[in-house]
């Protein structure tokens, strides 16, 4: 399991608004990292909720270079905690949306048990983490979504 293995279900981008929202629950008792990569979500969002980056097909426009709020690999070293307990945390988070809005069960996302390549993805993370914490313009990278 390299990545988070999303299902595309589009959920998350068709409803950035919610996950942005200061008044939300999940922003009050959010980290101030996260509260920080949030803030700065440098794209508009749609009246609908939805994120302007997002296709009529479900695709980011922008997934190379996506925030980093969007990206599941890089927020478990933000928040310097397993790989696996980020993913699983992610998948009820993501298996939620995908109950609430109905969806075919095709789309729940599975987590996989420990992986040798989860260590290995996780010490890639802090890499990359580490590049970006290292600058002085960390957080002009962060909101300029910059990751790599
Ligand atoms: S809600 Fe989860 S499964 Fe659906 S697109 Fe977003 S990250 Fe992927
Ligand atoms: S930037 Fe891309 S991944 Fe992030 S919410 Fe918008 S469409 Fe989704």
């Keep these: ?8 279900c589009g959920l998350c981008c068709k409803h950035v ?7 939300s629950i999940e922003y009050k008792t959010s980290p101030t990292v996260i509260k920080d990569l949030i803030n700065s979500f440098p794209y508009k969002v749609n009246e609908d909720g939805s ?6 097909e479900g695709l980011c426009k922008v997934y ?6 969007c990206n599941v690999r890089l927020g478990a070293k933000l928040l310097n905690i397993p790989l696996k307990d980020w993913y699983k945390d992610r998948a009820k988070g993501c298996n939620d949306l995908i109950r ?3 969806l075919s069960n095709d789309y729940l996302v599975q ?10 993805i996780t010490d890639q993370s802090s890499k990359l983490l580490n590049q970006g914490k290292s600058s002085k313009n960390f957080k002009k990278r962060i909101k300029n979504h910059r990751p790599k």
């Design 51 to 56: 994120c302007s980056m997002l296709t009529e």
């Design 111 to 120: 987590i996989e048990e420990t992986s040798e390549k989860i260590n290995k």
């Design 64 to 69: 190379e270079n996506r925030p980093i709020i």
């Design 1 to 8: 399991m390299d990545e988070f293995p999303c299902t595309k």
């Design 100 to 102: 609430k809005a109905g």
């Design 17 to 23: 608004g919610d996950v942005l929202s200061q008044n």
